[in-house]
């Protein structure tokens, strides 16, 4: 079974960057899509972006000068850093695989979550 | 980007109600559409890919329609387990995935 699981601090001051990583267990790492997520605290799901194994990246045009996600395959690990982080960064981040159904990917494994909250 | 709208909201509804939720793409997207449920303080779960296929280990109670713009999930009897709230979220283009805004379903 596939699991994925997040890491990282719960408490990060403004306009500092924030830094979680993700470990994938129990399931292959290469040929898929490693995704971040992010939800509000009470609201909806936006997502931040992906890598793929190899190494190639797509971001949220929204938060593509912030963003930057990297891959440690040796580790099936992959890392998320949003810098310049404000009280509106503050939501549960998660991460989720991205498999392919033919031609179409879908979100299937998701981690539980990690609360970040941005305050000083 | 291609926006998506749920409606409703919100909706209160009994123990083996027939419940009915809409998703609308601001654009066509084919059938690249998904359902997820997401309980409180839970990530949210795979329910249907591809506008109509039930992901693996999911009640067949279950079900979705729809292609183009406009999508339906349907629960053909509700659970007191299926209390959650819904989302729809598109992959037409995964340059930008975009999520509907949610349908939070509560006991009436």
């Known amino acids: 079974q596939v699991q994925l699981q997040e890491s990282g601090p719960g408490l990060v001051k403004p306009s500092e960057t924030l830094s979680l990583t993700c470990t994938v267990s129990?399931?292959?790492?290469?040929?898929?899509?490693w995704n971040w997520i992010r939800q509000p605290p009470g609201k909806g799901l936006e997502w931040i972006g992906y890598i793929f194994y190899s190494g190639s990246t797509n971001y949220n045009p929204s938060l593509k000068s912030r963003v930057t996600i990297s891959v440690d395959t040796s580790k099936n690990q992959f890392s998320l850093k949003l810098s310049s982080v404000t009280a509106a960064d503050t939501a549960v981040y998660y991460c989720a695989r991205m498999a392919l159904a033919g031609t179409i990917s879908l979100l299937d494994y998701w981690g539980q979550g990690s609360l970040i909250t941005v305050s000083s | 980007d291609i926006q998506m709208t749920q409606s409703p909201s919100s909706l209160s509804a009994s123990v083996g109600d027939r419940v009915t939720i809409t998703c609308r793409a601001s654009?066509?997207?084919?059938?690249?559409l998904h359902w997820y449920q997401q309980k409180p303080g839970k990530a949210p779960k795979l329910l249907i890919y591809a506008a109509s296929s039930l992901q693996s280990g999911v009640p067949s109670r279950f079900s979705g329609s729809g292609s183009g713009t406009d999508f339906t999930l349907t629960i053909s009897s509700l659970q007191p387990e299926d209390y959650a709230t819904y989302y729809c979220?598109?992959?037409?283009?995964?340059?930008?995935?975009?999520f509907g805004g949610g349908t939070k379903v509560e006991i009436k």
């Open positions: 979220q598109q992959s037409y283009t995964t340059l930008l995935l975009t």
């Open positions: 129990g399931g292959s790492f290469s040929s898929y899509y």
């Open positions: 654009q066509s997207i084919n059938s690249y």
